[in-house]
């Protein structure tokens, strides 16, 4: 088999619907087979892939793993020498996989490749990152982003003096689309488990570059993404960010920064109660965002 694409559902049947569809019309020229781990998914996910795509391989797992243990689950299940990690809000244009696994074939001194993602209108998807350091954590979402030092940091983390429409090498590229070796994937563990959802793909990254190999990002292959639509739908997406980011800092960067981290929560929270006391007009509608705010502030503190 020369590649598996694995796809992870959550509830997300629609949108998985579009992504197999686009992936039986990419026109692949060698062996490939789809594995879509769907994660105990309520909305009819697995009965619809039976039914309408009965060669895709399907993995029924019994609850959500999240991110990194699906993924891993289905790179275990694959067959493929080439291992494509895809998100199920995706639409693959023709010859997208073909021309990542073509340039991994012939640049061995390589680890991943990865599409330029655009919208459904064909905007491009500035996604290309650097890897975030502790000024990253410091100026990242606060008053301190929007002036000098820290403005220029937050650019430099976000690549944005990048058009991302040539080739590059680059630290982290958009992570809903990348292509590896499964057998090199399988070595490193795969994705750390301990990041449920979200700083996975960026620890996969980190964990490839220090291990000698480079990333490159690869514009005419093109991905359609819908960014958003599948992660928007866990309904505790921002406190499992602060998690996930509290988790990721801790292991590339010592447990003394996280009570750093959570003076940063208590900061953001800060400015967000602001926003909140300006938008609700209604005294119970104001309970009720500020109440679901400190639930939330309360549960990263204990993380």
Known sequence: MDLSVVVLSWNTRDLVRDCLEAL????????????????????????MVKESFPRVRLVQAG????????????????????????????????????????????????????PKLVGRGGEVQKACMNFPGIFTALTFDNVFSR??????????????????????DVDQPPGTCLVLSREEYLAMGGMDPSLFLFFNDVDLCKRLRL????????????????????TSRYGRMAVQW???????????????????????????????????????????ERKQALDDLNRAVREVLRG
């Not at 895809?86 to 490749?113: I, Q």
């Not at 800092?249 to 006391?277: D, I, Q, S």
Request: aromatic letters at 10%; glycine letters at 12%.
């Open 242 to 284: 602060q998690l996930d980011r509290l988790a990721f800092y801790r292991k590339w960067f010592g447990r003394w920064t996280g009570p750093l981290l959570k003076l940063l929560v208590l900061e953001r929270a800060w400015e967000e109660r602001r926003v909140l006391m300006r938008r609700h007009k209604d005294p119970e």
């Open 63 to 114: 609850e959500n793993l999240g991110y990194a243990r699906g993924n891993n689950l289905g790179a275990k299940k694959a067959r493929g020498r080439w291992l494509c990690l895809l998100g199920s809000d995706t639409r693959v244009r023709t010859g997208a996989l073909e021309g990542l696994t073509a340039f991994l074939e012939g640049n061995p001194e390589y680890g991943a490749a990865a």
């Open 147 to 168: 002036f000098p030092p820290g403005k220029w940091i937050q650019d430099r983390y976000y690549m944005r003096g990048f058009d991302h429409l040539s080739p590059r």
């Open 24 to 47: 039986g019309e990419d026109g692949f020229p060698g062996s490939r087979e789809v594995v879509l781990v769907d994660q105990a998914s309520s909305d009819g996910t697995a009965e």
């Open 211 to 230: 291990a000698g190999r480079k990333i490159r990002y690869i514009p005419s292959s093109v991905v359609v993404h819908e960014g958003g639509a599948s």
